[in-house]
């Protein structure tokens, strides 16, 4: 009996590859999530150290104000670029157990492949120790066994 090789070889790499691409491309998306806070988190501080001034002539007091209210729309910025940061590491997670999904699929393939390889050379091997023992049998020899005693 021929060995067979496993067919889906090819598409078992080819998953793994693309498994990994995923991966590396959450790994980058977790990177600018992190980058991203770290963002928002600088904005917010520079906003909290800006003070109003306690006596101003009315022009500093509308320029503070004013700055304020800038570092605050960079603020609020920052926090949309931050959920839309953490939006892309959940779409990447999700593409991940994708991949990976696919990937096992195969490899159950592969694994289900070796174990019936494996149980017909089982039953290549045995037919042809049946085989030994029938032709022997009627050859009038003793069997294999009453040998070795």
């Known amino acids: 009996m021929a060995k067979k090789k496993f067919r889906l070889a090819t598409v078992l790499r080819a998953r793994q590859a693309k498994e990994d691409a995923v991966r590396g491309e959450v790994l980058a998306a977790r990177a600018a999530l992190r980058e ?59 593409e991940y157990t994708e991949a990976s999904a696919a990937r096992r699929a195969v490899e159950k393939l592969k694994e289900r492949h070796a174990a019936e390889r494996a149980a017909a050379e089982l039953a290549e091997d045995q037919q042809l120790v049946d085989e030994l023992a029938t032709t022997r049998r009627s050859r009038g020899k003793p069997p294999m066994e009453s040998e070795q005693e």
């Open 36 to 94: 991203a806070e770290l963002e928002a988190e600088r904005a917010g501080e520079t906003l909290r150290g800006r003070q109003l001034p306690a006596e101003a002539v009315a022009r500093s007091y509308v320029a503070a104000i004013s700055a304020r209210q800038a570092l605050a729309g960079e603020l609020s910025a920052a926090h949309r670029v931050t959920e839309a940061a953490q939006e892309a590491v959940a779409a990447k997670l999700r």
